[in-house]
């Protein structure tokens, strides 16, 4: 069964503390949080104190997706605020084996997303150093966009990729995913779905959340 990661920035930020409570109760592992800087992406979400936030209602694991340039700059400041899991995006890293380093050196696992138009080959020389692949299924910046089929072909290649270079590497996806692509996308591989619009604007989200655990 896949690790859902349902993404906060989907949840009612009036009610911050409610839907994190939701989530402490549902049977997702995983809280996936978007830091957009507005330069990166087209749009600005939120920062430190909110995962600081956050991290003190939950027990879960913090799955902190960076869509910042120079990531390498707030390694540092990411963990404190709480982060379990950093993920950087590999177009926005100048210097990615540092960063990568830098992230294992702070104690947590590392991460690298890729944008849809980036090919998975690009990770062959890194693949064995990283612990997460993020696969953008949607341009990053926005919620609710609609899910790019490439993805299905995407992923395959990451199975494969994985698989030759006999890395212990977690393949997540990210974009449009709900209950009408989850168990395809498991079967041919996912390890971690990320789900936002599809859960926080469901009537019962913890319903969402367990379909989605048992695609």
């Known amino acids: 069964m896949p690790i859902i990661a349902p993404s906060v920035l989907a949840a009612d930020f009036g009610n911050l503390q409610r839907d994190i409570e939701m989530l402490n109760q549902s049977e997702a592992e995983w809280i996936h949080l978007d830091v957009m800087d507005g330069v990166f992406v087209p749009n600005i979400s939120y920062g430190m104190p909110v995962i600081k936030t956050i991290d003190g209602l939950t027990d879960k694991v913090l799955d902190t997706h960076l869509m910042i340039v120079q990531p390498e700059r707030y390694v540092k400041e990411f963990k404190e605020a709480g982060a379990d899991i950093l993920t ?4 926005a890293c100048s210097h990615l084996h540092r960063t990568v380093q830098a992230i294992k050196d702070e104690g947590m696992k590392a991460g690298v997303a ?3 138009h980036t090919p998975i080959e690009l990770l062959e020389d890194i693949i064995r150093d990283i612990d997460l692949l993020l696969i ?4 990053p910046g926005f919620g ?16 494969e990729l ?6 212990e590497v977690l393949i997540e ?5 709900g209950l009408g692509n ?5 079967q041919l591989g996912a390890d971690v779905l990320v789900a936002g619009n599809s859960v926080f604007s ?6 969402i959340i367990s379909e989605l655990k048992n695609s």
């Open 182 to 186: 989850a168990e395809q996308l498991t």
């Open 202 to 207: 469901a009537h019962n989200p913890l319903e």
């Open 88 to 91: 950087v995006h590999y177009e």
């Open 114 to 116: 890729l944008n849809p």
């Open 136 to 139: 953008m299924s949607v341009n």
């Open 162 to 167: 994985i698989d030759r270079k006999n890395a």
């Open 173 to 177: 996806i990210d974009g449009g995913v």
């Open 144 to 159: 609710g966009q609609k899910f790019i089929r490439n993805t299905y072909e995407k992923l395959v290649r990451a199975s």
